[in-house]
């Protein structure tokens, strides 16, 4: 059973676009919602990470939005650039000191 | 941020043969890691729970007689590939989280494991 459910599987913006990336999850004790950018042959590097007593969170160009009723959350990449053409994942874990589970991740490529 | 090191970065091995994996918290301490491993374009797939100066938990599926995890300090966690095959040929990656508090998790490089 998928623990976080990612989507798009795939997306392709053009530059400037803001490509939004959602994720959703069934467990009510994650409390750690993260956001990772991988690019080809390298671990992944985290972009920005929400708790679930916060609503929105923004790091320059991007932005999560948190739903704790909905149990949803959202990547939003403001002004995207090709540089930005990665995978992202999105990923939850339940307390301090356990795994992160990740999604299955979006690929995204922003043309020029 | 604290940096997490990986080594090799990249290894080609024997089948038959077996294959060390290195991860190093290089400015703090990490009484737990985590590993796991990741095919062609998918998603990262916990493999197992490192834990400093025990043994290691195994997630469902994963032989523990054949990925061989030692952590003996507090900066360095081990993962040995006995016996390599073909299909265990991908790309695996450590991750730490400094302390105890619900903080951020950092990744190594990844190592590249190519069994021929």
């Known amino acids: 059973q998928q623990q976080v459910k990612q989507s798009p599987q795939s997306l392709i913006v053009q530059k400037g676009g803001i490509p939004i990336i959602n994720c959703a999850y069934e467990?009510?004790?994650?409390?750690?919602f993260p956001w990772y950018q991988q690019f080809p042959g390298k671990g992944p590097a985290l972009l920005i990470a929400?708790?679930?007593?916060?609503s929105e969170k923004k790091e320059g160009r991007f932005t999560i939005s948190f739903n704790k009723s909905a149990k949803q959350f959202s990547l939003h990449i403001m002004d995207s650039q090709p540089g930005d053409s990665a995978t992202y994942f999105c990923?939850?874990?339940?307390?301090?000191?356990?795994?992160?589970?990740f999604g299955k991740g979006t690929t995204l490529s922003v043309s020029s | 941020g604290a940096v997490v090191s990986q080594h090799p970065s990249r290894v080609i091995c024997k089948s038959g043969t077996s294959v060390k994996i290195e991860c190093r918290s290089l400015?703090?301490?990490?009484?737990?890691m985590f590993w796991y491993r990741q095919f062609p374009k998918q998603s990262l797939m916990l493999m197992a729970t490192?834990?400093?100066?025990?043994?290691?938990?195994?997630e469902q599926g994963v032989e523990k007689d054949k990925f061989l995890i030692n952590h003996a300090s507090l900066t360095l966690s081990t993962l040995t590939v006995t016996s390599a095959h073909p299909e265990d040929s991908s790309f695996y990656i450590c991750?730490?989280?400094?302390?105890?508090?619900?903080?951020?998790?950092?990744f190594g490089q990844g190592t590249r494991l190519t069994v021929v």
């Open positions: 991750s730490a989280t400094p302390g105890t508090a619900n903080t951020e998790a950092f």
């Open positions: 467990n009510t004790a994650f409390d750690y």
């Open positions: 929400i708790r679930p007593d916060v």
């Open positions: 990923a939850a874990r339940r307390q301090a000191g356990t795994a992160l589970i």
């Open positions: 400015d703090f301490q990490a009484t737990t």
């Open positions: 490192s834990n400093e100066g025990s043994k290691a938990t195994y």
